[in-house]
C-alpha cells in the first residue's frame, strides 16, 4: 500500500515542487500536473490493489494521471517521466483499463440523503475532452465548446451529496448532442416520473427539467449542484 506521501515525492520527480516548501503551492503544482491530489492517487491505487499487475508501482499511476490531464504524445511524456515511450504506453494502457472498471460511480447513490418523495435527484450535463485531430478529416469530432477535435461524455451528479453517479458518452461531439447522448442511455434508468436538471440544451420535458436561477437557490441542493459542474469540467 502506498501513501499520500508516497506519491508527494513520487510527483516530485515530475513536478519538481519544493516538498520541504509551501504546501498549497506544492499542492498546487501536483494537481496541475496529475489531475488530483496525492491523497486520491493513495486512495486509487489502494483501491486496485487486487487487481494491478504485481509489477506495477505508483509512478505508473501518476505516468497515467500525466497522460489523462494533459494528452501529450509519447515521445513527451516519456521524456517528462525518464523512460522509454515503449515503457510509458504499456502501463499507461494498463492503468487507463483498470481506473475506468473501478467501481466508484453508482447509479444508486443518488439516493442519498434525498428528501422524501423527491422526484428530482440529480443534475446532469456534457463534457467534451480534447483528443488529437483524427485522420482523415471529419467534422463529426468538432466540438463548439472549444472549437476543435473531441469526445463527449455526460455526468450526472446527486443534487444532495454532489457526488459523480452517472458517466457515459466517449463518442464523437459533432455527431452527439447532449440531448442525444441523455437520450441514448440516460433517460432509461430514471424511475417512473422521476426528472433529472439540466440545462436548456436538454429539450426534453419527460426526463430533464430546466430550472430558473431562482429555483435553484432554494435550499434543495440545487444550486449545490449546478455550481460544482463547473468544478467538474476542470478537472
Sequence with gaps: MASAETFWRLGHNITKHDVDGSIALGYR?????F????????????NLSHVRP???????????LLHLKHYATEHISSALVGVSEK???????????????MPVIEWENRFHRA???????????GVDFRIMEPSPFNPKWYSHKFHGPGLRYELAICI?????????GGLPCGEWSDLRLAR???IFGLREGEKAIADRGYNDPNFLISLTETMMGRKT????ARNLEPTIKAI
Design 221 to 224: 441542493g440545487f444550486s449545490k
Design 160 to 168: 444532495r451529496t454532489g457526488d459523480i453517479v452517472w458517466a457515459y
Design 87 to 101: 515503457t510509458f504506453r504499456k502501463w499507461c494502457h494498463i492503468f487507463i483499463h483498470l481506473l475506468a472498471k
Design 54 to 64: 504485481i509489477k506495477s508501482r505508483p509512478e505508473h499511476l501518476l505516468w497515467t
Design 29 to 33: 503544482k501536483f494537481r496541475s500536473f
Design 35 to 46: 489531475g488530483t491530489s496525492p491523497s486520491v492517487c493513495a486512495a486509487a491505487y489502494d
Design 184 to 186: 441514448d442511455v440516460f
Design 115 to 125: 428528501l422524501r418523495g423527491s422526484n428530482i435527484l440529480v443534475s446532469i450535463d
